[in-house]
């Protein structure tokens, strides 16, 4: 099982130094708030977000959103980080003036930006999301802490 989100808040400021930005600073941690509403909101557009993005193949839990934000009167742009490393471009799609609009929501212009996201806005976000990432394994230390002992 892995960790919530809110556990590897502590790694944000890690993930920030080594990426050169100052610790605590509200852009560096923009994917750790990101990453929890996407994972853990009731509010209808959040749970639409995680609907569209398990269609897409992502597993929700070990995701990470580096952001969305408006981006126009019907759009939120946003980047996710898969768990296999890959990143994902993409615009969320819904009418914020209808009521119950962002239950209706819709993902378009999906690109897979693996390659070249270093040249997208926010890209020092990205990669201090890669950093601050779950892991993509279990490691030998957890192993060894599941493995009763003899009495």
């Known amino acids: 099982m892995l960790i919530p ?16 930005h100052s610790p605590g600073s509200r852009k560096s941690l923009m994917y750790v708030k ?27 839990s070990t995701t990470v959103l580096v952001y969305l934000f408006p981006d126009g009167p019907e759009t939120e742009t946003g980047v996710v980080l898969s768990d296999g490393g890959r990143v ?13 609009g962002d239950r209706n929501a819709l993902i378009e212009h ?15 976000e990205i990669a201090d999301a890669f950093i601050w990432r779950p892991p993509l394994q279990r490691t030998y230390l957890d192993l060894v802490e599941e493995t009763p002992r003899a009495s």
Do not use: V
């Not at 990453?35 to 749970?47: D, E, I, P, V, Y």
């Not at 999906?110 to 020092?124: G, V």
């Open 5 to 20: 989100a809110e556990l590897y808040e502590d790694w944000g400021p890690l993930a920030s130094l080594l990426n050169g």
């Open 88 to 100: 994902y471009r993409f615009d969320l799609m819904y009418d914020r003036m209808r009521e119950e």
């Open 34 to 60: 990101c990453t929890r509403l996407m994972r853990a909101s009731q509010f209808s557009l959040w749970a639409r977000l995680r609907e569209l993005l398990a269609e897409r193949g992502l597993t929700i």
């Open 110 to 124: 999906w690109q897979d930006i693996t390659s070249h996201w270093q040249t997208y806005p926010f890209s020092s």
